[in-house]
């Protein structure tokens, strides 16, 4: 199913960002670009609060974020009500964080995976299904306030 992705990134991410959206728009999908576009030092937060908005306007199906650890952008995305961000380091995670989480955005560690790990990541995000059932409880659970 072809998709609009968002996708985030700081100074660095800004890499792994340009090959991953080169690589999603040969496999269909239209990607829609947050930055930064440069490995000039910025700040996260200033890519991650448009990305989330768009997430939650529609404006995009789907979010992929990428900064240093993963964590900056992870806690600034999550600090909007129903924005599931979620970390991921390794192809199972990437799995998991949608079979279980429903992560609506993955976040990359940039400086921690290889290229080819984050892609693994990134196609298993995409490819497998929420569970619902036990994990949707579990979500539904999360907000508070
Ligand atoms: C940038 O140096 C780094 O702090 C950032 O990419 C990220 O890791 C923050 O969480």
Avoid at 29 to 57: C, I, K, Q, R
Wanted: glycine content about 10%.
């Amino acid at each position: 199913m072809s998709l609009i992705i968002g996708i985030a990134n700081d100074h660095a991410g800004v890499d792994y960002k340009n090959r991953l959206v080169l690589w999603l728009q040969d496999l269909g999908h239209t990607v829609v670009n947050f930055g930064t576009d440069t490995t000039d030092s910025m700040d996260y937060a200033d890519v991650a609060h448009p990305l989330a908005e768009a997430v939650l306007e529609g404006k995009v199906n789907l979010g992929i974020a990428l900064c240093g650890t993963g964590n900056g952008m992870a806690i600034t995305l999550n600090k909007h009500k129903g924005i599931r961000a979620g970390l991921a380091w390794s192809k199972e995670i990437g799995e998991l964080v949608k079979q279980h989480n429903n992560a609506n955005v993955l976040v990359l560690p940039a400086r921690f995976v290889s290229y080819e790990v984050a892609q693994e990541i990134v196609k298993a995000w995409l490819t497998v299904d929420f569970e619902g059932g036990r994990h949707q409880r579990r979500i539904d659970k999360i907000d508070c306030r």
